[in-house]
């Protein structure tokens, strides 16, 4: 058996092949209202799991407001995005079900 263990800085992202790990994690850290990723998709689910603040969310023709507190699971081949609220820094976990990060901009 072989454990695999490596440090990261706390901006850090992770694919996972790289700890011989199924998933790929994103930790997301954004103070300013407004901001994120544009439009795109993965052909694989993404989950975020948001620890504190709030974002405004475009799920395929879907809008919601994600907060701390809060997980969200997007489908494989869905389009989103979202956008920080205002009301404080959007601190999140987003878990890419697949070894690599890939992804499909569409705006």
């Known amino acids: 058996m072989t454990i695999h263990l ?5 901006d850090e992202d992770i694919e996972g092949y790289l700890l011989g790990s199924p998933v790929s ?7 300013t209202p407004g901001r994120g990723p544009r439009l795109h998709r993965h052909p694989y689910a993404e989950t975020f799991v948001i620890r504190r603040g709030r974002a405004l969310f475009t ?15 997007v489908p494989a081949l869905v389009s989103h995005r979202f956008e920080v609220l205002d009301g404080g820094t959007y ?5 890419h079900a697949n070894d690599r990060f890939v992804t499909e901009w569409l705006e």
Do not use: C, K, N, S
């Open 91 to 95: 601190e999140a976990t987003h878990i």
């Open 59 to 73: 799920v395929g023709d879907d809008q919601v407001v994600g907060v701390g507190g809060q997980v969200l699971v």
């Open 6 to 10: 490596r440090d990261v800085t706390a």
């Open 25 to 31: 994690i994103m930790r997301e850290f954004i103070t």
